[in-house]
């Protein structure tokens, strides 16, 4: 199967109200492992890549190796850029065959936002690839996007409901108390929010900062319209582990098909429970397919 926009599958999660996970890859092999998961578990997925991970790794290849794992496992995938601010990056990225971009100009001022945003509309939107983007600012560290939780902002419904009126963006995340990274203490969502914004608009919200919310407030946010799921942080660090901890069992024991094996199967379990969570558990369907 070729990669997909994700648009459709949002469109269609929100309306079967569940919610697909977008996993944050940092490698090739972790392209395979999340698509394994996704397959096993006959569930849509999207594969998402820092600008950071595009710059080590090459948006033609991620797009290559992308292609071809979704070819080989045959489930419905996107590919998203996440949090980008330089249009050029994001220029690049749609060029090789990224099917979603997020433009990130959440740091400027409103009106900013909304023409940064149709800049990025204007190339995407004739291509049918998906563009996402930001309101209100989402706290902790992406890349080299660094907002302090004293700077974190809240989205305000009725700026939602005119940005998305003014851009056409077919999906939005809008900032609701959530965080990028390990929370020190329990999220604090603003379940209330989210609600007026879905009531207000019809797109699919994005809720960022997913890794470590407990799975009953995830599900909650995806009740309330939140259709696309990010996770990075947790991924990464149940595969860093598993390496860890093979070198503490074993360290005389250097293969890296060992090594790498074991830390494959923990973050594909990590995957698959960030699946089960959101609900697109066997949700492959023929139209898709």
Same mark, same amino acid.
């Given at each position: 199967m070729a990669l997909i926009s994700t648009t459709p599958m949002l469109e269609k999660a929100k309306q079967d109200q569940h919610g697909i996970v977008a996993f944050n890859v940092h490698s090739f092999d972790s392209i395979f492992w999340v698509l394994e998961a996704a397959a096993e578990l006959k569930s849509p997925v999207i594969l998402q890549t820092t600008v950071g991970t595009v710059q080590s790794l090459g948006a033609k290849n991620i797009v290559?190796?992308?292609?071809?794992?979704?070819?080989?496992? %045959?489930?419905?995938?996107? #590919?998203?850029?996440?949090?980008?601010? %330089?249009?050029?990056?994001?220029?690049?990225?749609?060029?090789?065959?990224?099917? +979603?971009?997020?433009?990130?100009? +959440?740091?400027?001022?409103?009106?900013?936002?909304?023409?940064?945003? %149709?800049?990025?509309?204007? #190339?995407?939107? +004739? #291509?049918?690839? %998906?563009?996402?983007?930001? #309101?209100?600012?989402?706290?902790?560290?992406?890349?080299?996007?660094?907002?302090?939780?004293?700077?974190?902002?809240?989205?305000?419904?009725?700026?939602?409901?005119?940005?998305?009126?003014?851009?056409?963006?077919?999906?939005?995340?809008?900032?609701?108390?959530t965080a990028h990274g390990i929370y020190k203490?329990?999220?604090?969502?603003?379940?209330?929010?989210?609600?007026?914004i879905a009531k207000l608009i019809d797109v699919p919200l994005v809720l960022h900062g997913g890794s470590a919310i407990p799975d009953e407030d995830v599900r909650r946010c995806v009740s309330l319209g939140m259709a696309k799921v990010n996770v990075s942080t947790e991924l990464k660090n149940a595969y860093s582990e598993a390496i860890r901890k093979h070198f503490e069992d074993e360290p005389e024991n250097l293969d890296p098909r060992s090594y790498l094996q074991k830390a494959k199967e923990a973050a594909k379990e990590m995957a698959k429970s960030k699946i089960k969570m959101v609900g697109s558990e066997g949700k492959v369907v023929p139209a898709f397919v």
């Open positions: 290559a190796v992308a292609k071809a794992a979704s070819e080989h496992y %045959n489930i419905p995938t996107g #590919l998203h850029l996440d949090h980008c601010t %330089n249009f050029e990056v994001i220029k690049e990225a749609i060029q090789a065959g990224y099917t +979603s971009v997020m433009i990130d100009a +959440s740091m400027h001022s409103f009106q900013e936002n909304v023409v940064k945003t %149709n800049e990025v509309m204007n #190339l995407a939107r +004739s #291509l049918g690839v %998906n563009v996402e983007a930001e #309101l209100g600012k989402v706290g902790g560290v992406e890349d080299d996007i660094v907002v302090a939780e004293e700077d974190a902002q809240k989205a305000i419904p009725e700026e939602c409901q005119l940005f998305v009126e003014l851009t056409g963006v077919p999906t939005l995340a809008p900032a609701i108390g203490g329990k999220p604090e969502i603003d379940f209330g929010r989210i609600a007026e």
